[in-house]
């Protein structure tokens, strides 16, 4: 069972950087593609970013792309998404998610594990 537990969302003016994380436990996280969604008030969960299981496949909705970078530290069972240039309509609950597969993918359904999120609020 893997568990996922992120961090680093706050509140910032827009233009502003977060840097969020992901921590994993319980699995083979190397192995496993993981992904970050949002979810803002009112709103459909909207995919953001993806990133294969050794790392060098990614791929970004286009709304953030160019201001948004996803890694991961294998070594240390950690996602980030670097936000950069942030704007009001990145106001949301940011979620990471993780797949027991390597294979990146952009759908909701394709995960099964899920941390309960961090709010990201960026202000005028």
């Known amino acids: 069972q893997v568990q996922l537990e992120e961090s680093g969302g706050g509140l910032v003016q827009a233009g502003g950087s977060l840097r969020l994380s992901c921590a994993a436990s319980?699995?083979?996280?190397?192995?496993?593609?993981m992904a970050w969604f949002r979810q803002a008030p009112g709103k459909e969960q909207e995919f953001v970013a993806t990133?294969?299981?050794?790392?060098?496949?990614?791929f970004y909705t286009d709304s953030v792309e160019g201001r948004f970078t996803i890694s991961r530290d294998n070594a240390n069972n950690i996602g980030y998404l670097q936000m950069d240039n942030l704007k009001p309509e990145d106001t949301a609950l940011y979620f990471c998610?993780?797949?027991?597969?390597?294979?990146?993918?952009?759908?909701?359904?394709?995960?099964?594990?899920w941390g309960p999120g961090t709010q990201v609020t960026v202000s005028t």
């Open positions: 998610a993780a797949r027991t597969s390597g294979t990146p993918n952009i759908r909701p359904a394709a995960y099964a594990y």
């Open positions: 319980g699995g083979a996280f190397s192995q496993y593609a």
């Open positions: 990133i294969s299981g050794s790392g060098p496949v990614t």
